[in-house]
């Protein structure tokens, strides 16, 4: 009797723009990845990740692109770089993270912990600002544009933050006054600098 071989159709993703991207800007180490999972099984906030590191190394190789950028994993990520340091084949998966979050950003959408973009944001315009931190602007200003200001007040948590302001501000930790503007410029032409260099 023979035996007809049935062929069943397969969809197959040819985009390879997004891996090209990670790729451009880690160079060609990423394919070497065998899926050990060491970067996972080190990681210290895998507990809360929706995909581990080593799966989201595999969605790049996949070309899994909305998988990959709709991970709460990229924005969890502390960049402690425990991944990078025991991966055997020498890829730097924290840097993977890296691009993978700027290419979430550049794509328009929603990150999936939203928070984190608008902390990034508030910490380098402080910095713009300032010429250095002044941990009392960054607060307000998270908590303003990430509307935290409610939910800190609803929760109740304002009780917790105040006492460790008043810790801080006891022990010389905390300024009230933002500090002097020494060398702002020249920190803002270095901003400059890098948004003309992201240009071209």
């Known amino acids: 009797m023979e035996t007809k071989l049935i062929s069943l159709p397969v969809t197959v993703n040819r985009d390879?723009?997004?891996?090209?991207?990670?790729?451009?800007?880690l160079g060609e180490a990423?394919?070497?990845?065998?899926q050990c999972c060491k970067c996972s099984a080190g990681c210290p906030v895998a507990f809360v990740m929706d995909l581990l590191p080593h799966q989201v190394i595999r969605s790049v190789l996949l070309l899994q692109r909305e998988k990959a950028l709709s991970s709460r994993t990229i924005w969890i990520c502390a960049s402690c770089e425990t991944c990078t340091t025991r991966c055997p084949n020498e890829i730097d998966i924290a840097k993977v993270m890296d691009v993978l979050r700027q290419i979430q950003v550049e794509s328009g959408?929603?990150?999936?912990e939203p928070k984190v973009p608008i902390f990034h944001r508030t910490f380098l315009n402080t910095i713009k600002k300032f010429g250095r931190i002044h941990e009392l602007s960054l607060l307000t200003n998270f908590l303003r544009q990430s509307g935290g200001i409610s939910d800190t007040i609803k929760s109740g948590e304002w009780k917790n933050d105040l006492r460790l302001g008043i810790k801080m501000f006891l022990r010389g930790k905390l300024k009230l006054l933002p500090p002097s503007k020494k060398g702002v410029e020249e920190l803002r032409k270095l901003f400059d600098q890098a948004k003309e260099h992201k240009k071209s």
């Open 30 to 34: 990423i394919f070497s990845c065998y």
């Open 109 to 112: 959408t929603e990150a999936k």
């Open 16 to 25: 390879t723009r997004f891996r090209d991207l990670v790729v451009e800007a």
